[in-house]
């Protein structure tokens, strides 16, 4: 069974940073494909980032530009770097863990494609 535990949700003002990290085993993070959702109350759970094993990467459009997903091999997470937040962006993010074959069949952003997911950690943005 495939373990992701998140880490590094916290409160922040508008327009702060936050590092989010998902620890995972080294099989996973090097030969699944992984990304982060994020789930507001009353609002359905939605794909904000995925990175596929190859490296590549894909946003949804409203965090490009603020939000980095990548992989850290050394100690085997995903890390989502999260700059210049905005109130929107407060949510519960998930990290989520896909047979690139499913995640590539259904899209990176799409939460179809993991069948693998954290606990979450939550991310709050209010002044």
């Known amino acids: 069974q495939v373990q992701l535990v998140e880490s590094g949700g916290d409160s922040v003002q508008p327009g702060g940073s936050l590092r989010l990290s998902c620890a995972a085993s080294r099989y996973i993070v090097s030969s699944y494909c992984l990304g982060w959702a994020r789930q507001a109350p009353g609002k359905e759970r939605e794909g904000v980032a995925g990175?596929?094993?190859?490296?590549?990467?894909d946003y949804r459009e409203y965090v490009k530009g603020r939000f980095t997903i990548s992989k850290d091999k050394t100690d085997n997470t995903l890390v989502l770097q999260m700059n210049s937040l905005k109130p929107e962006d407060s949510a519960m993010y998930y990290c989520a863990a896909g047979p690139c074959s499913e995640t590539r069949y259904w899209g990176p952003l799409s939460a179809k494609g993991y069948d693998s997911w954290g606990q979450g950690t939550q991310v709050t943005v209010s002044s």
């Open positions: 990175i596929d094993s190859d490296g590549t990467t």
